[in-house]
T-cell receptor, first 113, second 112 residues
Framework: DVKVTQSSRYLVKRTGEKVFLECVQD?????MFWYRQDPGLGLRLIYF?????MKEKGDIPEGYSVSREKKERFSLILESASTNQTSMYLC???WGTGQALMYFGPGTRLTVT | QQQVKQSPQSLIVQKGGISIINCAYE??????FPWYQQFPGKGPALLIA?????SEKKEGRFTISFNKSAKQFSLHIMDSQPGDSATYFC???????????FGRGTSLIVHP
């Protein structure tokens, strides 16, 4: 069974902390994505990567960075967490372009206090 | 700019009723239209998808209707069940793109 796993389901951090969210996929997918989900705003793309060590900004990259050192792993980094980054974070992966099925992880609910 | 507009934002239906969610798009390069279903505490998962060479696709109680000239597509859930209660996202993607464009989602509640 294909799987995208995220390191934490729930995370509570303090303002100013550096936060790492980890995502691992076991499907040998080329593409990996980080989204944040907020009520009424849907899924907003933060960053994506179409190959190892490659990254592209999405719609809302400010305050975030990413790392992809291995094909199966894609990390989202909040350099200095702020309260407005309290959200649900979803990782996803897919293969190729066009009609590519996207597989999502279960999400990490991050609260920044 | 919202390239895929989804409505309604929330929907309440009685058990056995028909749930209808609508999406409209602007980019004529889109050629793949998936719907994702997200249960509470889970990530979205592909429910059903359609390409613009067909006007309708049915899988069980779920049907996508597609109107290419109007640039609209919709999800119909027949005989809606409480277990269908979830958030539904429409999406659109073009052949050369890595990234689908998602609608903002519809929260569906089916009352028993």
């Amino acid at each position: 069974d294909v799987k995208v796993t995220q390191s934490s389901r729930y995370l509570v951090k303090r303002t100013g902390e550096k936060v790492f969210l980890e995502c691992v996929q076991d499907m040998d997918h080329e593409n990996m994505f980080w989204y944040r989900q907020d009520p009424g705003l849907g899924l907003r793309l933060i960053y994506f990567s179409y190959d190892v060590k490659m990254k592209e900004k999405g719609d809302i990259p400010e305050g975030y960075s990413v790392s992809r050192e291995k094909k199966e792993r894609f990390s989202l980094i909040l350099e200095s967490a702020s309260t407005n980054q309290t959200s649900m974070y979803l990782c996803a992966s897919s293969w190729g372009t066009g009609q590519a099925l996207m597989y999502f992880g279960p999400g990490t609910r991050l609260t920044v206090t | 700019q919202q390239q895929v507009k989804q409505s309604p934002q929330s929907l309440i239906v009685q058990k056995g009723g028909i749930s209808i969610i609508n999406c409209a798009y602007e980019n004529t390069a889109f050629d793949y239209f998936p719907w994702y279903q997200q249960f509470p505490g889970k990530g979205p998962a592909l429910l059903i998808a359609i390409r613009p060479d067909v006007s309708e696709k049915k899988e069980g109680r779920f049907t996508i209707s597609f109107n290419k000239s109007a640039k609209q597509f919709s999800l119909h859930i027949m005989d809606s069940q409480p277990g269908d209660s979830a958030t539904y996202f429409c999406a659109a993607q073009s052949g050369g793109s890595y990234i689908p464009t998602f609608g903002r989602g519809t929260s569906l509640i089916v009352h028993p």
